[in-house]
């Protein structure tokens, strides 16, 4: 491998870590550096990317619009698995970094680039789900991360290189937590959040109003699905960023989605996180509504037994895996009949389903009814039961002959 690099391709966000990087890789490898940014709905974040990118010392600035790509493949297939990682985070900035790094590698390709870098810290995940995905891609990639390489180890240690050098960025010493957001969430983590006994400030959150300032007046709507995607909000068919975008307006206005969680990273500590997924937690709560009228009864646990497992390739990197594909394969056929509409309440933080139709349904009022019908013989029951407490019944005797 040469040690000469000649050009960098860097997933650069404009954030305090990428633009310091940015600065820092051009010092230390006399290099040319190209940033990349990939649009998937952070909003004005990206209105000043390219001018302070070029302002830094980049010879070329690339900004992609993968909104629909993000939710469509990366998003969707997730939420089909049903898929959270400890029972509370939906995977929001697990589910991005693949995405980037796959248009990143495609870029230094195009580029002719000789390495890629990112602005993920060593103790982190994203450093990990950034270069499994580059080593999937091409195993022989040079990889640059500066913050297991340069002696700025801390991001006050950053701020005061930004300021020496002039270069902009959002984070200030009064808020020196680091934010990460897309179409799925906005996760808050560090400075003063790294002490898991205080509260978060309110003026820290974006994509939601808080549960006591929603509106008094509950709002009903309907979402509905094809195949275990969703496809239209109130009868309205939208395209899968559009439609996600617009949940997210509609739980965020409602209160919906906020997360105050400690969790395992892959490295092995545990590190505080804060997000907001409102639209992300509303949608899951209308996709095992629609699946609890439409998927078998065995074939819905097996694919539950297999969401920590699913939730867990995520979060560690290994969306490229051959077994990460094994079980998208498996998730999607359990999707086959997943389609319906699922009618919710939001009302202050809170997500209730009212009601869910399919005409792929499996439930039957005709079985389910307490009143007199002719499918179902009640005295069934006995034999079942006794056939099913034999073992118990056997292993009660046994211990009484002893």
Not at 116 to 132: C, P, W
Not at 261 to 277: A, L, Q, W
Not at 338 to 353: A, D, F, H, P, W
Request: a negative charge; charged letters at 25%; proline letters at 4%.
């Amino acid at each position: 491998m040469a040690d000469i690099i000649n050009k960098v391709v860097l997933a650069y966000s404009g954030g305090l870590d990428t633009s310091v990087i940015l600065k820092w890789l051009i010092q230390t490898y006399r290099c040319d550096v190209v940033a990349f940014s990939a649009d998937i709905g952070q909003g004005d974040e990206l209105n000043r990317v390219e001018e302070n990118a070029l302002k830094t010392g980049a010879t070329k600035v690339y900004i992609d619009d993968l909104k629909e790509t993000f939710v469509k493949d990366y998003v969707f297939p997730a939420f089909r698995a049903n898929a959270i990682y400890e029972g509370q985070y939906l995977l929001g900035t697990a589910l991005a970094r693949p995405l980037i790094a796959k248009r990143q590698m495609e870029i230094a390709q195009i580029e002719r680039a000789e390495a890629v870098s990112h602005g993920a810290t060593g103790k982190g995940n994203d450093q990990v789900r950034f270069e499994l995905s580059y080593f999937a891609i091409d195993p022989n990639i040079r990889i640059i991360a500066p913050w297991r390489e340069w002696e700025l180890s801390s991001r006050s240690a950053l701020m005061a290189f930004a300021e020496q050098h002039g270069i902009k960025v959002p984070t200030t010493r009064a808020k020196p937590y680091s934010t990460d957001g897309n179409l799925l969430h906005i996760s808050f983590e560090g400075g003063l959040l790294e002490d898991p006994w205080k509260q978060p400030p309110d003026d820290m959150f974006s994509m939601m109003v808080s549960p006591q300032d929603a509106p008094d007046q509950a709002e009903i709507i309907e979402i509905t699905f094809k195949q275990g995607d969703p496809v239209a909000i109130n009868d309205k068919n939208m395209s899968p960023a559009e439609l996600l975008k617009e949940l997210n307006r509609l739980g965020g206005r409602n209160g919906i989605g906020r997360v105050d969680i400690v969790e395992n990273r892959f490295v092995g500590m545990k590190s505080r996180g804060v997000y907001e997924t409102p639209g992300g937690t509303v949608l899951r709560a209308a996709h095992m509504a629609i699946e609890s009228i439409t998927m078998d009864r065995e074939v819905m646990h097996l694919r539950d037994s297999l969401i920590p497992k699913y939730s867990e390739l995520v979060y560690y990197g290994f969306w490229f895996s051959p077994e990460m594909k094994l079980l998208q394969d498996m998730v999607d056929r359990t999707q086959m009949n997943v389609s319906g509409v699922v009618r919710l309440e939001l009302y202050k933080g809170n997500c209730r389903v009212l009601g869910r139709k399919s005409d792929e349904s499996i439930y039957s009022k005709d079985f389910a009814t307490f009143e007199d019908d002719s499918v179902y013989s009640q005295k069934d029951a006995e034999g079942f039961i006794r056939l099913n407490a034999l073992r118990l019944r056997i292993q009660k005797m046994m211990e009484k002959n002893k």
